[in-house]
């Protein structure tokens, strides 16, 4: 009879942990899906005319931007880290796609990939500034938060760049590939970026460090993982992300309001905690962060049927936010 080493006694407590890891994390999706169709029902039997293919799909149109957003700030949330920077650089990514595509002339789709690789030069300043320079990612992204505000109005001459002879621009968010459906591209668009998103996020060594970074950046760097160049690359990921939505609500507007995207990074922000992702890090999901999204999509679109007035909407929107950081708290004293 052989006795146990050191190493399999350790995997062999590590294994329920494990276990009791996987079980929490399919509980909060759980949680976040029921408070979605909790909410969903509700407007349903309040308004008659909430529950229709024509709303549904407006609920479903009015997540991409959120949605896009929120998907490269999981990454960023779950190594414990923030980006303030994405509404107004996803606004200057749409200006630079009016610039190319509309000012400069150049061909749509490089237009497109340029707009996109732009978000991922601001994510990957972002990244320096953190990882290299050592800037509190708070600061950092706020100081890049107001440079892509002026930026955009520098580069547009604070005037709204429209797209009204590209219209196969404007398709790309409000056209349908799906014939008699009308049913909106972008969708299809959010559907495939979350897709990318969770394979990156789960199945790769991306996902990996993106976790181990954010539950011990100190013990990940020991155990020899580079972590200056994966949060880098984390950050950069989210400006591609950002790039993408860019593109996307330049496309549903017809046009690039230089003016526009501050707000929308607290929303993101706010999709990504509601759907479970921990803002000390080292938890989240992507399925997760897709269910945010549309927790806040559904709540906007719900109290504007029933005529709520814009300040109860924040008041009503706030307090779900603070209730889901309850939450958040509740699980680490939970689990500590």
């Known amino acids: 009879m052989t006795t146990p080493t050191a190493t399999e006694e350790e995997q062999r407590k590590e294994a329920p942990a494990g276990v009791r890891q996987s079980l929490r994390a399919g509980l909060q999706q759980f949680l976040a899906f029921a408070s979605l169709l909790v909410i969903f029902v509700f407007f349903s039997i309040v308004s008659p005319n909430f529950f229709n293919y024509g709303n549904i799909t407006n609920i479903l149109f009015s997540t991409v931007v959120i949605g896009t957003l929120a998907l490269g700030t999981t990454f960023v949330i779950i190594t414990g880290g923030i980006d303030l920077s994405i509404g107004t650089g996803m606004t200057l990514c ?3 796609s009016g610039v190319l595509i509309v000012n400069a002339g150049v061909p749509l789709p490089l237009g497109v990939l340029g707009a996109i690789l732009f978000g991922g030069l601001l994510g990957l300043i972002n990244g320096l500034n953190v990882a290299v320079l050592g800037l ?3 600061i950092a992204t706020l100081a890049m938060m107001l440079v892509a505000q002026g930026l955009a109005l520098v580069v547009s001459n604070s005037t709204p760049i429209y797209f009204d002879q590209t219209p196969s621009y404007i398709d790309i968010s409000i056209g349908s590939i799906i014939p008699g459906a009308n049913f909106p591209n972008a969708v299809i668009i959010l559907a495939l970026a979350a897709v990318i998103a969770g394979v990156l996020l ?3 060594v991306l996902g990996r460090y993106t976790y181990s970074i954010g539950s011990n950046e100190e013990a990940t760097a020991l155990s020899g993982i580079d972590v200056r160049r994966w949060k880098i690359v984390i950050y950069t990921l989210a400006g591609l992300f950002t790039g993408l939505a860019g593109v996307m609500i330049s496309a549903r507007l017809g046009s690039a309001q230089p003016a526009t995207g501050m707000g929308y990074e607290l929303q993101a ?3 990504v905690v509601i759907g479970g992702t921990s803002l000390s890090g080292g938890k989240g999901s992507i399925v997760g962060t897709v269910i945010g999204a549309l927790i806040i999509s559904v709540l906007n679109n719900g109290l504007q049927i029933m005529s709520i ?3 109860w909407q924040n008041v009503i929107l706030g307090c779900v936010i603070l209730l889901a950081v309850y939450a ?3 699980r680490k004293s939970t689990t500590a």
Do not use: L, S
Request: proline share 17%; glycine share 0%; net charge neutral.
């Open 328 to 330: 958040d708290r509740a």
């Open 202 to 204: 789960n199945k790769t």
């Open 269 to 271: 922000i706010a999709a």
């Open 309 to 311: 007035p814009q300040e």
């Open 136 to 138: 509190p990612p708070f």
């Open 94 to 96: 749409a200006v630079m």
